[in-house]
């Protein structure tokens, strides 16, 4: 009888161990878009932005794919900086832009800031920079003439 229980609870174990070591059942993947999204540039420095502008810059890009390139989603890494994107679908050999906004507005001093960029092609990141400065005021002449 002990020789019945322990031969059971030792095929039990076995079957145990032979349930976790199995393969698991591999499920083909969904076959890869052949778009592909290829920027002129990635980042573009402004230099100095005088407070209270909106800087702007076109990123120019191509579809070098096979496949209609989709924008699926293009978002800044802050409120300050507003991007701009085609809705439709670009057609293998097609261009395209898209305008990065950076709202200077109260924000003096050095920025950075990075746009991402979602497709069907892949992810890239595009980033701008510069310096927000004051307007330099005008000099005050000395000299007052009368006439």
Do not use: D
Not at 15 to 42: C, D, H, M, R, W
Not at 94 to 122: D, H, L, M, W
């Amino acid at each position: 009888m002990k020789k019945m229980i322990l031969l059971g609870l030792a095929s039990m174990a076995f079957g145990l161990v032979a349930a976790q070591t199995q393969e698991p059942t591999v499920q083909p993947a969904e076959p890869a878009s052949n778009a592909k999204i290829e920027f002129v540039e990635k980042s573009h420095n402004f230099g100095n932005v005088i407070e209270g502008e909106i800087a702007k810059y076109e990123f120019k890009f191509t579809n070098t794919g096979t496949e209609p390139l989709v924008l699926q989603n293009v978002h800044a890494s802050c409120g300050c900086t507003t991007p701009k994107w085609p809705r439709e679908a670009i057609a293998p050999g097609e261009s395209g832009v898209i305008i990065a906004e950076y709202n200077s507005n109260g924000r003096p001093g050095t920025f950075n800031k990075q746009i991402t960029v979602t497709s069907n092609g892949g992810e890239q990141v595009l980033s701008i920079t510069g310096v927000v400065v004051k307007e330099a005021s005008k000099p005050k002449s000395p000299v007052i003439i009368k006439g």
